[in-house]
């Protein structure tokens, strides 16, 4: 045992201490435990050498007085519309490990699209002193002081940084699967009004199908109002749709919880997917992969999307006066999986033909 360890015994590990302990400054060492900006000039092996000790020594930095010298209170404010088990689950996954990593806690409120509360949220985390904001499908009303990253917010506003994805590029892996399947009559989803992505997906959508010459036929159309995160969300209104009609061979689904709904809405109805239609969902949520049959998708990359708005907003915390970016977009990928299969022949097509056929037999006979 060293002369420096046997000192350790009997003294509180503080920041002065674990400096002695390392022949460094106690401002070298708080630069490195705080990942302040300045610790960028203080070499790799020194900072190796200091985060080493630290844990070696169980050193714990004392917040408190970080939060007085620093004056920040080291949380964010995380504003969602609710608790879900896909969507949310995915992305706030990538948010805590970037925010735990920095050393970071977090205050969670869910609005549930209620517009009072999406008011007084910010302002009730604001009280706390809450360094900045991430919103997952959310926007605020009113602007606030502090940085703001928005995960899927789609609308712009002084301050804000919208972390994105590329949605005409969503549209178009999806329907150019179900055009190269033999897809022509396609049943559409489009989200709950509170869903920021809502109307975004859906211009992006009906903009790719003209460009495609694929026809929406408003009767094939069906808009979730339901604030439901099971499956519940998408089994009515495909029950609903089959007592209508089933003059269509494909469904593309809001989300992928929708997307089971559906499928389990077309079983009970005696119909098999992707024998007699194919279902597109949207997320990639864990279970997709696991459903029967297994879900193709459109998988927004979630846990990175997560991890990438909580990074930035750290940055913009810790570097207030560096410009930052509005926008940033990420790409999704279709996985192709046992829920789409190649178009049936439709009833009304085989009548139509028939019929066709009857009126050329009689004007021969004639």
Aim: charged share 25%; glycine share 6%; with cysteine.
């Amino acid at each position: 045992m060293t002369r420096k360890t046997e000192r350790l015994d009997d003294k509180p590990v503080n920041l002065k201490v674990l400096a002695e302990y390392l022949d460094l400054s106690p401002a070298t060492v708080s630069l490195v435990m705080n990942n302040a900006p300045g610790a960028k000039s203080i070499t790799l092996a020194t900072r190796d050498r200091v985060l080493a000790a630290a844990k070696k020594l169980d050193y714990r930095p004392n917040t408190i007085a970080r939060s007085l010298r620093t004056r920040q209170t080291f949380t964010i404010g995380v504003i969602v519309p609710e608790f879900s088990e896909g969507y949310f689950t995915m992305v706030m996954n990538g948010v805590e490990q970037s925010l735990m990593q920095a050393g970071y806690l977090h205050y969670v409120v869910c609005h549930q699209g209620r517009t009072d509360l999406i008011d007084e949220y910010p302002r009730m985390l604001l009280k706390r002193s809450v360094d900045g904001f991430l919103l997952v499908n959310t926007s605020l009303n009113e602007p606030v002081n502090q940085p703001v990253v928005s995960i899927s917010g789609h609308r712009r506003m002084p301050g804000v940084t919208n972390v994105v994805l590329d949605h005409d590029r969503s549209a178009t892996l999806a329907l150019k699967h179900l055009y190269e399947l033999g897809h022509r009559r396609i049943a559409f989803m489009k989200g709950q009004r509170h869903a920021l992505d809502s109307d975004t997906r859906w211009e992006s959508i009906a903009s790719i199908a003209r460009k495609m010459g694929i026809t929406i036929f408003p009767e094939l159309c069906m808009y979730l109002e339901k604030n439901s995160w099971s499956p519940e969300l998408g089994y009515p209104i495909v029950r609903d749709l089959l007592k209508r009609t089933q003059d269509f061979t494909a469904i593309f689904c809001f989300n992928d919880i929708a997307a089971i709904g559906a499928v389990r809405a077309l079983a009970d109805a005696g119909f098999s997917c992707p024998k007699d239609f194919s279902v597109v969902g949207f997320d990639d949520i864990a279970s997709a992969m696991y459903q029967t049959p297994s879900l193709t998708t459109v998988r927004q990359p979630l846990h990175r999307m997560g991890e990438t708005a909580a990074q930035m907003l750290l940055h913009r915390i810790q570097f207030p006066h560096e410009a930052y970016p509005e926008m940033v977009t990420f790409e999704p990928e279709l996985m192709v999986r046992e829920s789409t299969g190649a178009a049936r022949r439709l009833p009304i097509l085989r009548s139509r033909m028939k019929a066709r056929a009857t009126r050329s037999g009689g004007a021969a006979k004639n």
